[in-house]
Structures are given as C-alpha cells and as structure tokens.
C-alpha cells in the first residue's frame, strides 16, 4: 500500500487580507483494497483538519473522490458512505461528490479532496448539486460529434443570435432549487463537476447563471462493465447519468490553466477564411483539408489522429502549447472532406472566420512541463488519458484524476473579455492534457 504525501492548502494573501479562509486537504491511498485505502486518506484528512486553527465539528465540509474501477462496484458504491463515516469527528456530515475515473495520480488508486471553511463565522460551505435530463437537459453529443447539423435534425434554433450553438439548448436547462436559490450567484467563485459526455450543455447553463466562476470539470470513466451504469457518479445517491458537483463561494476565482504537453505542431498558424458551424472550410487561399493532408504526408508521427488549435487573436495561436491563455483551445478533428475541402472539429460551437487555427498531432515524446509558478498554488489537476508517459505526469502533491473523456473547463467572464467561441466553456479530450486550478487570493 502507499499513502501519497498530504497537502494542506490555504490562501495566507486572503487571511492577510482578513477575507474568507478556507483549507483545503487531498490524500491519496493505492491500497488493493478500497475499504483500507478510504481508511487511510480520512485518517491523514482528520490529523490535517484536527491539527489546523480555527477548527469546529461543523455540516460544512465538502469532498470530492475519484477512484479506479480496480476495485469492486459493490464496494464503489459505498464510498460515499465510508468517507462520511471516516471523518466523524471533524465532520458532522460532509458532502460527497465524485466519480469513477481511469487514473488517479496517474495509478489505480483512490484519492479525496476535502474542503473545510476555516473561520465558521465568515466563510462558506460548498453547496452540492446534481443536473440530469431531468433538469432539461438534452442529448447533443448522442446526434452531433464531428458533424454539423442539418437543419431537419438540428435541435437548435437556426433563427436564434445567440453566439453559440450549444447556449441555444443549455438555455432550458433548469438548475436545481439548490444553486438556483443562492442569493447571490456572482459570489461563486468555483464550480467542481464530474460529469458524463454530456458536459457542454451543464457547463454552459452554469457559467451563465455564475459568470465570476471558474468551472472545471471531469469526465467520469465509462462503467458498463463495472456495474452495468454507463458512468458511476457519485453524490447522495449513485448516478448512471447527469452531472454531479460543489459550488464555491469567495471573493476571487481560482486560477485556471490549460496545457497541451502531448501535441506539437504540424502546420503553422492559420488565418480562417470560411467556416460553417463547426466545420472549418478555406484556411489563406487553400482549402482546409488539402492543406491538412499535404501536412500529414510530411509528418513523423506515428499516430493518424489529428486535433486543431483554434485561437482568437494571432498573438493567442502563437503562445506556448504548455502555457496557452484563454483565447486559444484544442480540440480533436472528427473528419474531413478532401472533394468539398472542408475539416470537422470536435466543438458544439460556430466556428468564426477570421480566427486562427493550427493542426497539430501527438508527439513522440511528451514535453516537459514548466515548473510551477508564483501565480498561486496548485490544488486539482484534471487531465485526458495518454497512451505515452514520460514527463506527462501530474504534479506532485496535486489532486489528480484523469480519464479517457477527459475534462470540460470555462474562465470567468472577466478573464475572457471575448465573445462567441473562446467565452463558452471547452470540452477537452486531448490526450495528455490537463487543466489546473491554484490558489492564489482565494476564500
């Protein structure tokens, strides 16, 4: 067995300050068995909350688990229950989220991120939710991956100006009575999800109503074959579907970043001349696919599949791939018409001339990362699965969880300050790359 080291995270700029203060615990356990692993990661959570100033057993406290289908979907299923058990004491009942993922920490494993207000009489406690299609919400990614829709089976409305397509549909989501009643929506800060493929539409309706929030959520591994649920999602009760979630509340936003380290470039930028919802057709006077065809005959790399950087300035399309902002994002290319010339990418949004894309493939060897800056202190990384491994490895210390369907992301609208694609919240299932959320003043 093996207990990853505990990290306990505060924001001491926010306690300076004499905001809200809140602590933030991760542990994670690789024991064969789950009941065990449970044991371990709430032992080591309760010396860190125990031991923290400030501390009152309160109802406040929140965690979120990711687990590996390694171990058996009876026991998968009473996770929530053992964590809530293991932290009596510090906890007189904490709310449980989660999901089944394919790694945590890169391993079979368990992993809990507790979170626990520090100063009872100012700070907040995480609200839990759920969103399901009960909610309103509708089934886009079933009828709509890697082509554009038809005006006979498009479930949007062509007549609305809205500035992308899958808004139109999370416009009748209808949020639950426990994020719809807080009375004030720009003091969420943070949204954690977990989710199944159907993300964009949740992640929209959420930024939406929370548009000073960071949003980062994590696609659940499939688990037909686990327990017959085609996702685990876990919560008060278990979920085959929907999305499951905690609402943050303070003063700043997390900050949020996205890397690429499994992709290099296989063209240069290019400015968009034509395009047609999610279809990218003329790129400077070439077709889109001539142009990606000439550049795959002249690739080395040994993987077919090809994915597409889509930027809205220059400046944003020429920015590192380990360090891209927020006008800038990679998706997969779904298919291609070399007659018609045109190049499907993987997004529910329209895609407008005028920016820049730039196709890239998977390297042979994953780039290494940066060192972690002085920009705030990282707390959860979610990532995609990659085949390769190497410098692709979570941070060390950092609660880490990934899987195949990777994870689905939104700034805050005041970190964006765009419009259209690069303001909506980005699905991401790039293999190898991750998004991370840091403290910096954050309560």
């Known amino acids: 067995m093996a207990i990853r080291a505990l990290i306990a995270r505060q924001s001491t700029a926010a306690a300076a300050a004499g905001q809200r203060r809140c602590l933030w615990v991760s542990a994670t356990s690789s024991s064969s068995e789950l009941t065990v692993a449970v044991a371990q990661c709430t032992e080591h959570i309760r010396r860190a909350v125990v031991n923290s100033s400030k501390h009152t057993t309160t109802s406040q406290d929140a965690c979120f688990v990711s687990v590996t289908p390694t171990y058996s979907a009876a026991d998968i299923e009473q996770v929530s229950s053992s964590v809530s058990q293991g932290l009596r004491g510090v906890s007189s009942a904490v709310d449980v989220v989660g999901t089944v993922v394919d790694q945590v920490n890169g391993r079979a494993a368990v992993s809990l991120l507790f979170y626990t207000p520090r100063d009872r009489q100012s700070a907040s406690a995480a609200?839990?939710?759920?969103?399901?299609?009960?909610?309103?919400?509708?089934?886009?990614?079933?009828?709509?991956?890697?082509?554009?829709?038809?005006?006979?089976?498009?479930?949007?409305?062509?007549?609305?100006?809205?500035?992308?397509?899958?808004?139109?549909?999370?416009?009748?989501v209808r949020l639950p009575p426990e994020l719809a009643g807080i009375p004030d929506p720009l003091g969420i800060n943070l949204l954690l999800l977990a989710s199944d493929r159907e993300t964009r539409q949740t992640a929209d309706a959420l930024s939406k109503h929370f548009p000073r929030a960071a949003i980062l959520g994590l696609v659940g591994a499939a688990t037909p074959f686990l327990n017959a649920r085609p996702y685990t999602l876990l919560g008060a009760s278990i979920r085959s579907s929907g999305c499951v979630g905690l609402a943050f509340s303070g003063s700043e936003a997390p900050v949020l970043s996205v890397a690429h380290p499994g992709m290099v470039a296989a063209t240069p930028v290019l400015r968009i001349v034509r395009a047609k919802g999610?279809?990218?057709?003329?790129?400077?006077?070439?077709?889109?696919?001539?142009?990606?065809?000439?550049?795959?005959?002249?690739?080395?790399?040994?993987?077919?599949?090809?994915?597409?950087?889509?930027?809205?300035?220059?400046?944003?399309?020429r920015e590192s791939l380990l360090q891209p902002g927020p006008l800038s994002a990679v998706f997969r290319v779904t298919g291609g018409d070399p007659a018609k010339g045109g190049v499907a990418v993987d997004t529910l949004s329209d895609i407008p001339p005028g920016c820049f894309i730039q196709f890239l493939v998977s390297a042979s060897k994953p780039l290494a990362m940066p060192e972690p800056g002085t920009g705030g202190i990282p707390i959860v990384e979610f990532g995609a699965t990659a085949e390769t491994t190497g410098d692709n490895s979570p941070q060390l210390g950092v609660y880490s969880a990934a899987t195949e369907g990777g994870f689905v992301y939104a700034y805050p609208e005041t970190t964006t300050n765009s419009t259209g694609l690069f303001s909506a919240p980005t699905e991401c299932a790039v293999p190898g790359s991750r998004a991370t959320l840091s403290l910096g003043v954050f309560s």
């Open 127 to 172: 609200v839990p939710f759920f969103i399901g299609d009960e909610h309103g919400r509708q089934r886009l990614r079933e009828s709509a991956v890697g082509r554009w829709h038809t005006p006979a089976s498009d479930v949007y409305s062509r007549a609305s100006v809205l500035p992308h397509s899958a808004t139109q549909a999370a416009s009748s």
């Open 278 to 317: 999610n279809v990218v057709l003329e790129v400077e006077n070439a077709k889109a696919a001539h142009t990606l065809i000439a550049a795959m005959r002249s690739s080395t790399s040994g993987d077919n599949r090809v994915y597409a950087r889509l930027s809205c300035t220059e400046a944003a399309a």
